[in-house]
T-cell receptor, first 111, second 113 residues
Framework: DAKTTQPPSMDCAEGRAANLPCNHSTISGNEYVYWYRQIHSQGPQYIIHGLKNNETNEMASLIITEDRKSSTLILPHATLRDTAVYYCIVPRGGSQGNLIFGKGTKLSVKP | DSGVTQTPKHLITATGQRVTLRCSPRSGDLSVYWYQQSLDQGLQFLIQYYNGEERAKGNILERFSAQQFPDLHSELNLSSLELGDSALYFC????????????FGQGTRLTVV
């Protein structure tokens, strides 16, 4: 997979927006950015993905910079249940079915 | 509920034994993935099947094997088990092989004693 860099941990106050950054400076033109999260010992959960344009669904928004070298996952109103490890993944071209998980960002939402 | 079913949820077995983990993908999904998660290794991709054929292989040991059956369910076989094989094993499925909007099961926790 294209290498991604995420901060190891972040805190967020409950009710506030959580903005999780990801750098993927070696991304190729046809490679998507995927976000997953894993709540302690549960199966990872798909959140959102995007190619060039910003994307929004019921869970989150994904903002991708114009040069596509970085992105930000936004949880608009974080709750305690959003405490999890968040993974930014760029599956490599030609094997785009593979999700290679790095270390992710441990998001702690605090009351 | 992701729609992906894994059985059993928990498994305790002795070193040297062989076990089979089972995964039923979401209805209509053709692609199945297997992952291993141990405390010190994070989520490790093992293998992917698409419509019965092996599509990609990751860090899967030779003692491990998998297959996907015509009804699309998949099995992961682990043999000659060692203490270090104790881990959570996750299965995921997605509709396509090249677009991993994958949905994960709740995992099988394997303990080798």
């Amino acid at each position: 997979d294209a290498k991604t860099t995420q901060p190891p941990s972040m805190d967020c106050a409950e009710g506030r927006a959580a903005n999780l950054p990801c750098n993927h400076s070696t991304i190729s033109g046809n490679e998507y950015v995927y976000w997953y999260r894993q709540i302690h010992s549960q199966g990872p959960q798909y959140i959102i993905h995007g190619l060039k344009n910003n994307e929004t669904n019921e869970m989150a928004s994904l903002i991708i910079t114009e040069d596509r070298k970085s992105s930000t996952l936004i949880l608009p109103h974080a709750t305690l249940r959003d405490t999890a490890v968040y993974y930014c993944i760029v599956p490599r071209g030609g094997s785009q079915g593979n999700l290679i998980f790095g270390k992710g960002t441990k998001l702690s939402v605090k009351p | 509920d992701s729609g992906v079913t894994q059985t059993p949820k928990h498994l305790i077995t002795a070193t040297g034994q062989r076990v089979t983990l089972r995964c039923s993908p979401r209805s209509g999904d053709l692609s199945v993935y297997w992952y291993q998660q141990s405390l010190d290794q994070g989520l490790q991709f093992l293998i992917q099947y698409y419509n019965g054929e092996e599509r990609a292989k990751g860090n899967i040991l030779e003692r491990f094997s998998a297959q996907q059956f015509p009804d699309l369910h998949s099995e992961l076989n682990l043999s000659s088990l060692e203490l270090g094989d104790s881990a959570l094993y996750f299965c995921a499925s997605s509709p396509r092989w090249d677009r991993p909007e994958a949905f994960f099961g709740q995992g099988t926790r394997l303990t080798v004693v």
